[in-house]
């Protein structure tokens, strides 16, 4: 490696807005973040879909809610045998 062209390499201790920390390594001397793996929802699995404009309820009205077993019963009703029933 050639001498004085690269920046300098620290041991720091990242921070988190959730109050983990952590010892990594950077350029820099001190690392506070807003957001880490251990407070992220997708991370955590306690993410949420959130629907603005109302596309869940507005398929879920059109269609409803459309399960394997409510649709053997309606093929049932009528008079089509349920194994005849297509599957997903």
Do not use: N
């Not at 807003?34 to 269609?63: A, M, N, W």
């Amino acid at each position: 490696m050639r001498e004085g062209i690269h920046p300098e390499y620290y041991d720091v201790e990242a921070h988190c807005a959730c109050g983990a920390t952590w010892q990594t390594r950077s350029t820099k001397k001190e690392l506070r973040l807003e957001i880490c793996s251990h407070c992220h929802p997708f991370f955590t699995g306690k993410q949420k879909l959130i629907d603005t404009e109302g596309r869940v309820q507005r398929f879920t009205k059109k269609y409803g809610a459309q399960t394997v077993a409510g649709l053997k019963e309606r093929l049932q009703k009528k008079g089509t045998p349920a194994e005849s029933a297509p599957t997903s």
